[in-house]
C-alpha cells in the first residue's frame, strides 16, 4: 500500500481553505444554501424525501437502494456478501460463481438479513436532555438517558409499529428519534462471479484504476409477494459525466472528526494499534484456515474479506492520525475554539471540557485491553454470542424495559430474535479454530500485564498466577487471572475451545428457543458449556461496561455536548454530525486527480479490465470469469466501467447509490481511494475520491455477458 502521508502533508493546508465538497448532511438540515450559490440546484422537499425513502440500510453494515417499483434492491456484492455466503453450499458456492434468477420463483431467501427504510426523524433533544438534572452524578445521568431513550423508542414503537432508533448526533449535542420500516423477508435476485466483483482483490482495494463489477440485487417481500414501494430510484440512461454534480444518498458508518485532540491521540497510540494486533492475528488464522483445503476456504471468505479490508483501512486511518500536518492543523483548530470559549462569557460551561475529555481517555485506557477481550475479542465465536445474548436477554428481561441495556430493550427486540434464531450455517471446525486463537491472546494479554505489573515493581503474576513475591496462594488474590483460570478450566486455549464448542448445543435453532423461551429459570438450570461460560464472565463484563459507561462515555457524552455549543456559537448551526450509520446526504462531482505527477481520468472503461488481468498474469485475483473472456467480442469496451468522484464518503457508504440532479441512477459506491482513508478523521478532496460502479457499465455487462433480460426489464421501468 502506498503511503498517504506526503500528499496529505502537502495537500491539507490547500484542502482545509478551500471550498471542500464536504459534509455527511442530515437529510432534515441539507446543505441548500451551498448547492445553490455552487452549482444552482436547490433539493425540494419532494425530492429529498423521494431520496430518503428510496435508500436502504443493510444490517450486516452497508447501504442500498430500491431501483424498482417491485422492491427490488441495488446494493454492492461485497455487502451481499454475507447473505451469499450464508445460503451457499458446498455444492453451490453463490458467494463465488454468482446468481442469476430468471423468475421471482427461483429467488433465494437471505437467512437473517434485515433491510431499514428511513421514513421519519424526529427531534427529540429536550426531552433526552431534561431527563439528565443538574448535579447528576455520571452514574445517574447515564441511567436516566438511557431510561429516557429506551422510553422513547418503545413508545414509538408501539405507536407506530416501526423500527425506532433514538440516535446521538454531535456526540452528545442533539437526540433525533429515527423510524424504520423494517423488511426482513429478503431474497437474492442476482450476484456476479467474485472473480469479477473483487477483481484485483487486497492488492487493488483502496486503488484506482479499478475494474470491478461489485453489484448485486435483492428483492424485498410482504407477506410472500414482492413488496410495493412508491419510492424507488429510475436508472439514468447516460449515466455520470465529468465534472456533473452528483449526490451519494447512504449510510457512513462513523466518523470521528469533532474528537478532541487527546481523544485523538488515544485512537492513534492505543485504540487502532490495539485492533490492528487483532485483525491481523485474525486474518492470519483465517488464512491458514483456507489454505487447508478448497471447503475451508469457502467457509471462511467472506470473514477473511472482511479483516482483509478492515486491516489496510485501518492502516490508512492511522497513517493519517500520524501525518503531522493533520495533527498539528488539528491542534489549531482546538486552540483557536479554547481562545473563543476563554473569551465568552456565556461559553464557561464549556471551558473544561477538553480536560474532562481527557481525563475520560485516561480512564477508558486503564480498562481499554481488558473490557473488549470480555466484551467478545477473548471469545471469537458465534456461538458465544448467541449464549451471550440469550443469558443477557434472560436477565434483563426481567427489568422494566426502561432499566434495560439497550441492546434488549423492547424495541430490539425483534431484530435480535432474528439473529438468534437465525439458520447461517455454524462450522464446528472453523468456530474452534477462532475460539481456540482468542482465548491464546486472552491468555497472552493477562501473562502480559502480570508482567508490566512486575517489572513496575507493583507485585503482578505471570501468566501461570504465581506471584512475583512468590507463594501459590497468591494466585488467587489476582482477579484477572482468577477469571481467566475459570475459563480455561486447567485446560490449554486450544483444549478449551474444542471442548466448548463440542459440548454446547447453541448450534441447534431448536435449543436456542428452548433458552429463550425458558427465561432466566432455563438458563440458570442449564448445563451447556457455553452457557455457562457466558454466565460466567457476565459480572466482570458487566462491571467493566458500567465503569466505561459512566466513567468514559457519560462524560465524553456531557463534554462534547459542550464542545458542539462552542463550535455552534463560533460558527453557526450549518454543520454536519459526525457520521453514525444513519442515513445522510453527501455531494461532489465527477473528476480525476493528480498522482505522483500523473493525471489519473474519472474513469475507467470496460475494455481495460482485460489488459489489467494479462498484465497480473491472468491469475487470481486477477483473473477474469470465463463469463467475460467468453463475451468479450460482444462487449463495447469503450463503455465507461469504474469511476471517481468526489463526495465525501467513508465506510458503510458501499452500496449507496450515485444519483443526478434528477434522483436518477449513474452508479454506486463500492470503495475509497487510497487518499480517502484519512476521511474518518478530516476531509480533503484534493486526492481523496469516492470509487464507483458506472451505471452504463452495470447495463452493458447484465446485457451482453449475463443475459439479465428480465432483471434489465426491471430497470429501465417494466414490472412483471
Request: glycine share 8%; proline share 4%.
Amino acid at each position: 500500500m502506498r503511503s498517504v502521508l506526503a500528499p496529505l502533508a502537502i495537500v491539507l493546508m490547500s484542502a482545509l481553505s478551500l471550498h471542500a465538497e464536504e459534509g455527511m448532511w442530515l437529510f432534515t438540515d441539507p446543505p441548500t444554501k451551498l448547492l445553490k450559490e455552487r452549482y444552482g440546484f436547490e433539493p425540494t422537499e419532494e425530492w429529498l424525501e423521494h431520496v430518503q425513502r428510496s435508500a436502504v440500510r443493510f444490517n450486516s453494515g452497508g447501504s442500498g437502494s430500491f431501483v424498482s417499483a417491485d422492491g427490488l434492491v441495488f446494493t454492492n456484492h461485497h455487502v451481499g456478501a454475507d447473505a451469499l455466503a450464508k445460503i451457499s453450499t458446498p455444492e453451490k458456492d453463490y458467494l463465488s460463481t454468482g446468481f442469476h434468477a430468471k423468475s421471482r420463483d427461483e429467488e433465494i431467501k437471505a437467512v437473517d438479513l434485515e433491510l431499514n427504510v428511513l421514513q421519519s426523524i424526529e427531534d427529540v433533544t429536550d426531552r433526552v436532555s431534561a431527563a439528565v438534572k443538574p448535579g447528576m452524578s455520571p452514574a445517574d445521568a447515564q441511567q436516566a438517558r438511557r431510561a429516557v431513550t429506551n422510553t422513547i423508542e418503545q413508545e414509538s414503537l408501539e405507536k407506530t409499529g416501526l423500527r425506532s432508533d433514538v440516535v446521538t448526533l454531535y456526540q452528545g449535542a442533539k437526540y433525533h428519534l429515527y423510524r424504520y420500516k423494517k423488511y426482513t423477508d429478503v431474497r437474492l435476485v442476482f450476484a456476479p462471479e467474485k472473480e469479477i466483483a473483487f477483481f484485483g482483490g487486497d492488492p487493488d482495494n483502496f486503488e484506482f484504476p479499478r475494474y470491478d463489477l461489485d453489484i448485486c440485487f435483492f428483492r424485498v417481500y410482504e407477506d410472500d409477494k414482492p413488496a410495493k414501494v412508491e419510492h424507488y430510484l429510475k436508472w439514468s440512461k447516460a449515466g455520470a459525466k465529468e465534472d456533473e454534480l452528483v449526490f451519494v444518498a447512504g449510510h457512513p458508518g462513523r466518523t470521528s472528526r469533532l474528537n478532541t485532540v487527546a481523544h485523538l491521540e488515544f485512537i492513534r497510540d492505543r485504540q487502532f494499534p490495539s485492533v490492528l494486533n487483532t485483525i491481523r492475528r485474525r486474518e492470519v488464522l483465517l488464512k491458514t484456515y483456507s489454505d487447508e483445503s478448497l471447503e475451508n476456504a469457502r467457509r471462511a471468505e467472506d470473514e477473511l474479506f472482511g479483516y482483509q479490508n478492515s486491516r489496510k483501512a485501518r492502516l490508512g486511518g492511522l497513517a493519517g492520525l500520524q501525518d503531522p500536518s493533520i495533527m498539528e492543523q488539528k491542534q489549531k483548530d482546538e486552540t483557536a475554539l479554547r481562545d473563543f470559549v476563554a473569551k465568552n462569557p456565556k461559553l464557561k460551561d464549556a471551558a473544561q471540557a477538553w480536560d474532562d475529555v481527557a481525563r475520560a481517555m485516561m480512564v477508558w485506557d486503564e480498562i481499554y485491553q481488558m473490557h473488549g477481550l470480555l466484551r467478545g475479542t477473548a471469545f471469537n465465536t458465534t456461538l458465544f454470542s448467541i449464549a451471550r445474548d440469550l443469558v443477557r436477554l434472560a436477565e434483563e428481561s426481567t427489568k422494566p424495559n426502561a432499566e434495560r441495556l439497550p441492546e434488549y430493550s423492547q424495541s430490539s427486540l425483534d431484530s435480535l430474535k432474528q439473529q438468534l434464531f437465525s439458520e447461517a450455517p455454524i462450522y464446528k471446525d472453523l468456530e474452534t479454530a477462532k475460539l481456540g486463537d482468542s482465548l491464546g491472546m486472552y491468555l497472552e494479554w493477562v501473562g502480559l500485564q502480570a508482567r508490566e505489573e512486575r517489572l513496575a515493581g507493583r507485585g503482578g503474576y505471570d501468566a501461570y498466577g504465581k506471584a512475583a513475591g512468590g507463594g501459590r496462594r497468591a494466585r488467587a488474590q489476582s482477579p484477572e487471572w482468577k477469571l481467566l483460570n475459570e475459563v480455561l478450566d486447567g485446560k490449554s486455549p486450544r483444549e478449551r475451545a474444542a471442548q466448548l464448542v463440542e459440548g454446547t448445543r447453541l448450534h441447534e435453532i431448536a435449543h436456542r428457543k428452548e433458552l429463550f423461551e425458558g427465561g432466566r429459570s432455563a438458563i440458570e438450570a442449564s448445563d451447556d458449556p457455553m452457557i455457562k461460560l457466558a454466565r460466567l464472565v457476565d459480572a466482570r463484563d458487566r462491571e467493566l461496561r458500567k465503569k466505561y459507561e459512566t466513567e468514559v462515555e457519560e462524560p465524553l457524552r456531557q463534554a462534547y455536548a459542550k464542545i458542539a455549543e462552542a463550535k455552534f456559537a463560533k460558527s453557526g448551526t450549518d454543520q454536519y454530525p459526525d457520521a453514525t450509520f444513519t442515513l445522510r446526504l453527501a455531494f461532489g462531482t465527477v473528476k480525476g486527480y493528480r498522482d505522483a505527477g500523473q493525471q489519473v481520468p474519472p474513469w475507467t472503461t470496460l475494455g481495460g479490465a482485460f489488459p489489467h488481468a494479462e498484465k497480473h498474469g491472468n491469475v487470481y485475483p486477477f483473473k477474469l470469469p470465463e463469463s467475460w473472456i467468453e463475451n468479450k467480442d460482444k462487449l463495447d469496451l469503450d463503455t465507461p466501467y469504474n469511476f471517481v468522484s468526489t463526495p465525501d464518503i467513508i465506510g458503510g457508504n458501499s452500496g449507496s447509490p450515485v444519483i443526478n440532479r434528477a434522483g436518477e441512477v449513474v452508479g454506486i459506491i463500492f470503495d475509497g481511494n487510497i487518499y480517502s482513508l484519512v476521511l474518518d478523521f478530516v476531509y480533503t478532496d484534493e486526492q481523496s475520491r469516492a470509487v464507483s460502479v458506472h451505471s452504463a457499465g452495470i447495463i452493458e455487462a447484465l446485457d451482453k455477458v449475463y443475459n439479465a433480460e428480465g432483471l434489465l426489464a426491471e430497470l429501465r421501468g417494466k414490472s412483471e
